[in-house]
């Protein structure tokens, strides 16, 4: 893991699969199986909370209007479900 540089999905698999001693297509299957379980709880209204690490739910964002910043003419945008995470305790204090 490199510090202060974003890391890709390519690279996260690879860490996964040297931590856990397992080759990086059994890393790959587990990373999809963890994005997809999360996908699917959240799809359902549910939130999925893994203690020291944090919180993923899903939030609403009321409909509101703005600007086409093309053409200035103001739009009406539709209310919206959006994901959100909140970190835990642990997470926090591993970065502080």
């Known amino acids: 893991m490199r510090r202060g540089i974003p890391v890709n999905k ?4 690879e860490h996964i699969a040297k931590h856990a001693d397992i080759s990086k ?19 359902k209204g549910g939130s999925v909370s893994l203690v020291g690490f944090g919180t993923f739910a899903v939030g609403k964002r009321a409909a509101r209007s703005g600007r086409n910043p093309r053409t200035g003419a103001q739009i009406k ?3 919206a479900k ?13 970065l502080n």
């Open 10 to 13: 390519t690279e996260l698999i």
């Open 77 to 79: 945008i539709k209310a």
């Open 25 to 43: 297509a059994a890393a790959t299957r587990a990373l999809e199986s963890m994005i997809g379980a999360v996908k699917t709880t959240l799809k």
């Open 82 to 94: 959006v994901p959100k995470f909140r970190p835990g305790k642990a997470l926090k204090d591993a």
